[in-house]
């Protein structure tokens, strides 16, 4: 009898913790942070999903609703706000609603520097240069040390054809953080705009030493070897660069640029038929 008596309290108090557990569960849930760090998850899962679309676009939509799950339940959390603009423009494409949600989490925060940096990002993929400049002005006035920012201020003096003071804007970037490939490679683009074929070749080649660098620690790193083709198609070693380009194609079948930019390569080469293709599926996966 007294053996049945305590197997009933143990089930009675296995439920009760379940009970309890569910219950701490479920009260994570009604929490923003708990919907952020989902996002967050899930996000990073797209990140890494660059064989299977369909997988990729599901992780992508899971991130959008936690995030959206997040601002509804505290609309005045900026981190929330910025989290679903950043989905929104390095990802869905989306420059309106990013741009909306950069708004509401600069007005929320005033000196959320990244949240001025992002909006600058999506003004730039607007076209609007002089407005993003601003904003890249803005972020750095609030953390000077962001080398992204620098970088980011740097590419739409270029696109302004403010050569001269886009070389410092790099400089800066490349001071802050002389790890990154692609702070060198477009270093190297400004550089050539201004006829000084030296000092860009100089940073071609480092762009491609960087990124040996990180193709040693990780050889399926898709950005490493379409900036290593990147550079070797600036530095006119286009076989090289093509050799890149298909490597990229072999990590990521989806990714437009190296279609794009493997049918420069063929085009500077006379391979007119051979570009035509890869300029077409260029577009056929959204691109240029």
Known sequence: MMKAILALAFVALAVLCASSSSQEDMAKEDTAGYWLNKGNESREMAIN??????AREIFLQEAREAYDNAIEIDPQSASAWFKKGELQIDFLGNYEEALNAFNKSIQINPQFADAWYQKGKTLTGYGDFEE??????KSLEINPNSSDAWYWKAGVLA???????????????????PTQASYWLDRGG???????????????????ELC????EQNPKSIMAWQGKGTAFYHLERLNESIQCFDKVIELAPMYYRSYYYKGKALQDLGREVEAEELFARSKELGGI
């Open 49 to 54: 999903e660059m064989q299977n679309q369909t």
């Open 212 to 215: 040996d660098e990180a193709i």
């Open 190 to 208: 400004a550089l050539n705009r201004l006829n000084r074929t030296e000092g860009a070749n100089a940073s071609f080649t480092r762009a491609v």
């Open 132 to 137: 993003a400049l601003e904003s890249y002005n």
């Open 159 to 177: 696109e302004l054809s403010r050569h001269e003071e886009a070389i410092p804007a790099y400089d800066k970037a490349i001071e802050l953080d």
